[in-house]
């Protein structure tokens, strides 16, 4: 909103943003991440990630649940080599 010296309002600017590219990209990756969440479960395997600039381990529900309570231990020995 532009003002004039009397502080009227003169002038009004808006904008719009149109983003179907980043809606369609958005559930592009999420039907990825379903159909590998499927794929894992089917074949009886999960997947884990370890991000070595915030020291975090994060695994799928699927490795979990094959592996219980050694997930813990998992991810001290994904860390240990970066230690």
Request: net charge positive.
């Amino acid at each position: 909103m532009l003002f004039d010296g009397t502080g009227r309002p003169r002038r009004a600017v808006s904008a719009a943003l149109d983003v179907p590219e980043q809606r369609e990209a958005a559930r592009a990756v999420q039907r990825t991440a379903q159909l590998l969440a499927e794929a894992q479960r089917i074949g009886k395997m999960g997947s884990f990630n370890y991000d070595v600039v915030e020291d975090r381990v994060s695994w799928s529900v699927e490795l979990a649940d094959g592996c219980g309570a050694v997930a813990n231990t998992l991810a001290r020995v994904v860390r240990a080599p970066f230690a």
